[in-house]
């Protein structure tokens, strides 16, 4: 079915970030024609070491959403795969201005665009989780009454409803995955504000004390890049997703305290302590929660196939060899 991607016209928003990135690859390795659009804002994620590899092979445009060339760069493109956005809590609730106009204008910029110049393409975006906030029941479904604890969640909300509507009113083809705790090659690692993976690794690796908030019991499910990609493919190429949202989830929800432990047993060797939890976090926890990816696997035969071990070695592996391009 992948191979339909071939001599596609595709357009990657936050090409240059974690997840965008390792589309792009993916995509060239299925012979698409691939656009990165991507403001290389300072701290959100955009590294251009992500493209090493295949920046020959790509266009790149530095530019923001806002800016008047997306509605060049949407012309003629069959899928955008929409990854751009402010993914912080703490940020989004010390910033929640610089949140909204990303994580908002900036949505509703490239659908207008596509609106005018292209309504025949079809937009994957990027949702989250954190849409859900504080679960009541577990695991969490599509139908969970939506509850953010941060500006983050509720902006992150209008970015996903301002795709389903337009699909409903002016029928362009979008759909929304809610990702969970995505992790792999080519994460931000310069700072914790982006959520506690990318930073428990870099911690491990540097050989660091893991600080874990409260008692380490807080659960989570967790997903390998290559996994999301995939889920991020099949909805491009199956009309069955039209208009539609879907959750992410891994199989084997894991408490923080074993992921770090898993996590310095891969590592060979780590340490940790549980701390209090700041203020500022504690406000925004969601505490236990992993996802009901029922939806998905019904309508595009989509589950996690990289377990937790395999993944965090691979992940260790990328960054003890390309350390210098991301710390």
């Given amino acids: 079915m992948l191979k339909q991607l071939k001599d596609k016209e595709v357009l990657v928003t936050g090409g240059l970030g974690f997840i965008g990135s390792n589309i792009a690859h993916k995509l060239l390795e299925y012979g698409a024609k691939v656009t990165i659009i991507d403001s290389l804002i300072d701290g959100l994620g955009g590294n251009l070491f992500n493209v090493k590899n295949i920046e020959k092979d790509v266009k790149i445009v530095i530019a923001d959403l806002r800016d008047d060339i997306i509605c060049e760069l949407v012309h003629g493109k069959d899928y955008i795969f929409n990854l751009a956005g402010q993914v912080s809590h703490i940020d989004s609730m010390e910033d929640p201005f610089t949140d909204l106009a990303i994580n908002c204008q900036s949505q509703l910029s490239l659908l207008e665009a596509c609106k005018k110049y292209n309504p025949e393409t079809k937009i994957m975006f ?49 759909v929304s995955l809610r990702l969970t705790n995505t992790y792999g090659p080519k994460m931000l690692m310069k700072h914790s504000r982006q959520g506690f993976i990318a930073w428990f690794i870099r911690q491990v690796i540097d050989n660091e004390e893991i600080k874990i908030f409260g008692d380490g ?96 070695k691979m992940t260790i592996e990328y960054y003890r060899k390309y350390k210098k391009y991301y710390w």
């Fill in 126 to 174: 990027a949702g989250t989780r954190q849409v859900y906030g504080k679960p009541r029941y577990l695991p969490v479904n599509e139908n969970h009454s939506l509850s953010p604890t941060d500006v983050n969640g509720i902006n992150k909300i209008a970015g996903e409803w301002y795709h389903i509507l337009y699909n409903k009113v002016y029928g362009i083809r979008t």
């Fill in 217 to 312: 019991k807080q659960i989570r499910d967790f997903n390998y890049v290559d996994d999301v990609i995939k889920a991020f493919l099949l909805t491009a190429l199956n009309e069955e997703s039209n208009g539609k949202i879907y959750n992410l989830g891994g199989g084997n929800p894991t408490t923080l305290l074993d992921f770090v432990k898993l996590l310095i047993e891969i590592n060979g060797n780590g340490k940790y302590k549980l701390v209090p939890f700041p203020e500022d976090r504690k406000k925004i926890d969601i505490g236990n929660f992993y996802a009901d990816y029922t939806k998905i696997k019904k309508d595009l035969n989509w589950q996690p196939k990289i377990l937790l071990r395999e993944g965090l």
